[in-house]
């Protein structure tokens, strides 16, 4: 506890009247006192005190040390009046006012906020921040730090105008590496009169060719293909005919997507290419048996929302997404064939530096086909067996490959030369007026 010895002001009049009279001091008017919640002072009063009363003894304690001195403590925020009698029958007022011990609450501003402008005023139960700080955070942060020294908190801090955000540029590649395999192998027999025997052994999956039984010139055979298949032997000594399927396939990279995207720092920004497929929905109740059409998004999206950081590096949450029709897994409903979505999606929180790329790879869709196709019996025979055998393998393996590299980029100024589509040649280039356009010119 702190206290303070106070000599009351007095006035030339008062003074002079002191001097004359023996009976005690004249007061000219009450005297303000201030002091804080917590804290003591001591006044001196010039003769012997008789009496003292207060206002309010729940916001100052007073009590008389000697004959001529004052205590007096502040126990809670506010304003009382103390009149003073003396043993002469002099009396003298004083206006205390209580204030908040704003001491510690200031410590903690300056401690926390060093480079703001903060400053803190009381009034009764409420405390009022004035001053300057940098942005809306900071002041919403002040004013919570004073909340526990007030029961209002009374928010009065000049925001400064916000700084120009920087702009981030995005640039994404949706890439499917497409590694599709087909393997497929088939023999088809034809005979135009081996052994005296016309016909044809086949599975049926790759219909090739047939014979014709009625005979030509020379009383040949003639025979008639549909598909040579990939490869096709005839022997006219033996007149026998032999088609043959042996094929494989292999797909390679295809680029989907290539989206440059430009947002503002700590804003989201979202690209969307694909399109809407309707989905009948049947209704219930009231309505049972209307049937209304929703429609459904497909395609490539990408969301992500970037925040520059105070090391130079740029924070992103980023969600890619690739979703495509799906027939294979289709349902049929009343008539309606509502095809199922094959998707594809991530979502992530990187960090990297201006220029820096990413990719984010491993969405693979790995599938294989086979369908098989014999000849009953023929296709059992050690050996030739397999001349009778068909078969069709199909192997899909896709997988989804996402590039990006974010980079920091500021408008064009009005002087800048504006970058334009690059034309692979000079579109409508201007065509040269004739004699007789020039002639007329002149005459103009």
Same mark, same amino acid.
């Given at each position: 506890? @702190? ?37 003591? #002072?001591? %006044?001196?009063?010039?003769?012997? @005190?008789?009496?003292? !009363?207060?206002?309010?003894?729940? %916001? ?8 001529? $001195?004052?205590?007096?403590? *502040? ?28 001491? /510690? ?5 300056? $401690?926390?906020?060093?480079? $703001? ?20 955070? =900071? ?19 000049? #925001?400064?105008?916000?700084? =120009? ?33 016309? *016909?044809? =052994? ?28 990939? %490869? ?11 088609? #043959? ?12 997507? &290539? ?15 694909? *399109?809407?497929?309707?989905? +009948? ?38 969600? +890619? &997404? ?19 979505? !094959?998707?594809?999606?991530? &979502?992530?929180? %990187?960090?990297?530096?201006? *220029? ?25 025979? +050690? @050996? @030739? ?13 896709? $997988? ?13 100024? /009005? ?10 040649? &000079? ?18």
């Amino acid at each position: 506890m @702190i206290f303070k010895r106070i000599a009351p002001i007095v006035s030339f009049a008062a003074a002079a009247a002191l001097a004359a009279s023996n009976n005690g001091w004249a007061q000219s008017g009450p005297e303000d006192l201030r002091l804080t919640v917590g804290k003591s #002072i001591v %006044i001196d009063y010039p003769s012997d @005190i008789g009496r003292i !009363s207060t206002s309010n003894a729940d %916001i100052v304690d007073t009590a008389p040390v000697t004959n001529r $001195e004052i205590l007096i403590h *502040g126990k809670s925020f506010g304003t009382v009046t103390m009149i003073v009698w003396s043993k002469v029958g002099q009396r003298n007022f004083y206006n205390i006012t209580v204030e908040q011990n704003l001491a /510690p609450l200031q410590k903690l501003l300056r $401690e926390t906020f060093g480079n $703001e402008d903060i400053h803190v005023q009381s009034s009764r139960d409420s405390l009022s921040l004035t001053g300057h700080a940098s942005s809306k955070d =900071v002041a919403e942060r002040a004013a919570a730090l004073a909340t526990p020294f007030a029961k209002t908190i009374v928010n009065n801090l000049e #925001i400064a105008p916000a700084r =120009v955000e920087k702009q981030i540029l995005l640039r994404v590649k949706f890439a499917e590496l497409d590694r599709d395999a087909a393997s497929q192998f088939a023999v088809n027999l034809l005979s135009t009169g081996a052994t005296n025997t016309l *016909g044809r =052994v086949t599975t049926g999956q790759f219909p090739s060719g047939n014979v014709d039984p009625s005979t030509g010139s020379g009383g040949a055979s003639s025979l008639t293909i549909s598909d040579a298949l990939n %490869i096709f032997a005839f022997r006219p000594s033996l007149n026998l005919a032999a088609l #043959i399927k042996a094929l494989q396939s292999r797909s390679l990279l295809e680029i989907l997507a &290539e989206p440059n995207l430009v947002t503002t720092n700590g804003k989201e920004a979202l690209f969307t290419v694909g *399109g809407e497929f309707p989905v +009948p929905i049947l209704q219930g109740g009231a309505n049972s048996g209307a049937v209304t059409v929703m429609f459904k998004e497909f395609g490539v999206r990408l969301a992500f929302n970037p925040v520059v950081t105070e090391n130079h590096t740029i924070k992103m949450y980023i969600r +890619p &997404e690739v979703s495509t029709l799906d027939f294979t897994n289709a349902v049929s409903l009343n008539g309606f064939t509502i095809p199922a979505l !094959s998707t594809r999606k991530m &979502e992530t929180n %990187i960090e990297l530096g201006e *220029g820096q790329s990413f990719i984010i790879a491993g969405l693979i869709d790995n599938r294989v086909t086979e369908s098989m196709a014999r000849i009953p019996g023929l296709s059992s025979l +050690p @050996i @030739i067996g397999n001349i009778f055998k068909t078969k069709d393998e199909k192997k899909s393996r896709t $997988e989804l490959v996402v590039m990006v590299t974010p980079e920091i980029t500021e408008p064009l100024q /009005p002087g800048d030369v504006k970058a334009m589509p690059q034309m692979p040649s &000079e579109f409508l280039a201007p065509v040269a007026p004739s004699p007789e356009a020039r002639t007329e010119k002149r005459k103009k």
